[in-house]
């Protein structure tokens, strides 16, 4: 559920001319192209109509179900489709106030968006699905996405060693994953020259980011999916889902990216 306020679903349905049913010029195809290019959400489906079949209540709904950061995407994506329409100064000033609503949704969760390019580069369909499973449930189900966040570094930890064809055992835990990638990579705080310039702060963040695995590892065993618990237990909230995600994505991002960089 996003956090939209009244006033701010006024503001947007103004700009969007969501009055009539409809939002901004869109089609019903191109209007489902856009959701699924950005969000990978059919909005047509069964899942949006509780308010309606028009595309305003659509989105109505989109904005009821959906977490921020996945609304403030779509929003950014229909006021730049709002631009290319004819306007007048006092809508532009309408649209600015928009884009704000839009980033004040966006600044509450991690950027999910360079790391859902790095799996279009490589194909990879099932880091794509976890990325989505993440972003969807920050706000719904942090348990989910503890469970999710740990699995997410074991695929890229895969994805990575099958691409520089190195072995591993396909029953290795985490830890294990980790260090053989980043043995792979010489990203081992040892491989860092003791005469380099900041090499004693470098090889401290090497080896506090190596730490993040293992402590997703135990956090899911604690309180995320994969475990069965007590039925009294008490889980996580969104903030410490919002944590877990940007600490796998912090980790998994500067594995790609070393991936990318070092032969």
């Not at 699924?36 to 109505?60: C, F, P, W």
């Not at 099932?126 to 920050?138: G, V």
């Not at 618990?229 to 889980?235: E, F, H, L, R, V």
Request: glycine share 8%.
């Amino acid at each position: 559920m996003s956090s939209l306020s009244a006033v701010e679903k006024r503001q947007l349905e103004k700009l969007f001319g969501m009055s009539s049913g409809y939002v901004l010029n869109f089609s019903n195809s191109t209007f489902a192209d856009l959701f699924i290019d950005v969000a990978g959400i059919d909005i047509h489906s069964e899942s949006y109509i509780a308010r309606g079949a028009s595309k305003a209540n659509k989105l109505r709904e989109f904005w009821r179900r959906e977490p921020d950061p996945l609304v403030g995407k779509i929003l950014l994506a229909l006021i730049e489709q709002w631009t290319l329409l004819p306007s007048n100064p006092e809508d532009r000033a309408q649209a600015d106030r928009c884009k704000e609503i839009a980033d004040r949704l966006l600044s509450g969760g991690p950027d999910f968006i360079p790391l859902k390019e790095t799996a279009n580069e490589y194909n990879a369909d099932y880091l794509a699905e976890q990325i989505k499973r993440i972003e969807k449930s920050i706000d719904t189900d942090p348990a989910l996405v503890i469970g999710t966040a740990k699995e997410l570094i074991e695929t890229c930890c895969k994805t990575i060693l099958n691409e520089r064809k190195v072995s591993f055992e396909g029953t290795a835990n985490i830890s294990t994953l980790t260090k053989t990638v980043y043995k792979a990579l010489k990203l081992v705080p040892e491989g860092v020259p003791e005469n380099a310039k900041g090499a004693k702060t470098i090889k401290i963040l090497l080896s506090n980011l190596a730490t993040i695995p293992q402590g997703l590892a135990e956090l899911r065993g604690l309180y995320g999916t994969g475990h069965g618990k007590d039925g009294k237990a008490k889980g996580l909230t969104p903030r410490h889902a919002k944590l877990a995600a940007g600490a796998a994505i912090t980790v998994v991002s500067f594995l790609f990216d070393s991936h990318k960089e070092i032969i």
